[in-house]
């Protein structure tokens, strides 16, 4: 049974940083592909980064160039390092990883899912 255990988030104000992490159990972050997507308010889930078995990433549009998505392969933990955050970065996070297929930020290729964690950002 593969599950996603979610820690840090929190609130701070516009510009500032805050780090998340994902510790799976009964999933390697090596054997295959994890990520994290966010879902705001009164939306719809939506992909943030996803990074593969060789450290590939794809990051989607708004976080580019402010979010970093990381492994600790020896620890078996998923982190994304968030710079720069502003009030649209608001949203409830949460860590996922598919059982097969592509490894893409689209919430549909996500097979399991981390209880999520909520970040929100002050003007």
């Known amino acids: 049974q593969v599950r996603l255990v979610q820690s840090g988030g929190g609130s701070v104000q516009a510009g500032g940083f805050l780090k998340l992490s994902c510790a799976p159990e009964g999933y390697s972050s090596r054997n295959y592909c994890m990520g994290w997507f966010r879902q705001a308010s009164g939306k719809e889930r939506e992909g943030v980064a996803v990074?593969?078995?060789?450290?590939?990433?794809i990051y989607t549009n708004p976080v580019k160039g402010r979010f970093t998505i990381s492994v600790d392969n020896a620890q078996n933990i998923l982190y994304l390092e968030m710079n720069n955050l502003k009030p649209e970065d608001t949203a409830m996070y949460y860590c996922?990883?598919?059982?097969?297929?592509?490894?893409?930020?689209?919430?549909?290729?996500?097979?399991?899912w981390g209880k999520g964690t909520l970040v929100t950002i002050s003007t």
């Open positions: 996922a990883a598919p059982a097969s297929g592509p490894c893409d930020p689209r919430p549909e290729a996500m097979d399991y």
């Open positions: 990074i593969d078995q060789n450290g590939g990433t």
